[in-house]
């Protein structure tokens, strides 16, 4: 089983950056896909950024993508999205999350194929 504990939100001007931190509990961290997802109020939860087990594949949402990375520290048990070039439609709360096994994009893509989720960390982007 793996804890999640997020951290790292706030509120940030457009075109700020943030980075988020999504620390892990458990001796099996490094052998779980990671995620975040993001759910604005009213809205769904929407993936936003996969990293595999070992850090060499990566996904990404394409609202995200070129502006936001996500890197892994297995030595330190934490998952990281450093987000630059924030927008206002970027404000929402911040999921990390944990699965087993890297697959095809659209599972990735999907909540439901997360097994561990973390409280969240609010993102506040303001124009």
């Known amino acids: 089983q793996v804890q999640l504990v997020e951290s790292g939100g706030g509120l940030v001007q457009a075109g700020g950056s943030l980075r988020l931190s999504c620390a892990a509990s458990?001796?099996?961290?490094?052998?779980?896909?990671m995620g975040w997802f993001r759910q604005a109020p009213g809205k769904e939860r929407v993936f936003v950024a996969a990293?595999?087990?070992?850090?060499?594949?990566?996904h990404y949402a394409d609202s995200v993508k070129g502006r936001f990375t996500i890197s892994r520290d297995n030595a330190k048990n934490t998952v990281y999205l450093q987000m630059n070039s924030l927008r206002p439609d970027d404000t929402a709360v911040y999921y990390c999350?944990?699965?087993?096994?890297?697959?095809?994009?659209?599972?990735?893509?999907?909540?439901?194929?997360?097994?561990?989720w973390g409280q969240g960390t609010q993102v506040t982007v303001s124009s």
């Open positions: 999350a944990a699965k087993v096994g890297w697959s095809a994009p659209n599972e990735l893509r999907s909540w439901m194929k997360y097994a561990y």
């Open positions: 458990g001796r099996t961290f490094s052998t779980y896909v």
């Open positions: 990293i595999s087990w070992s850090g060499s594949s990566t």
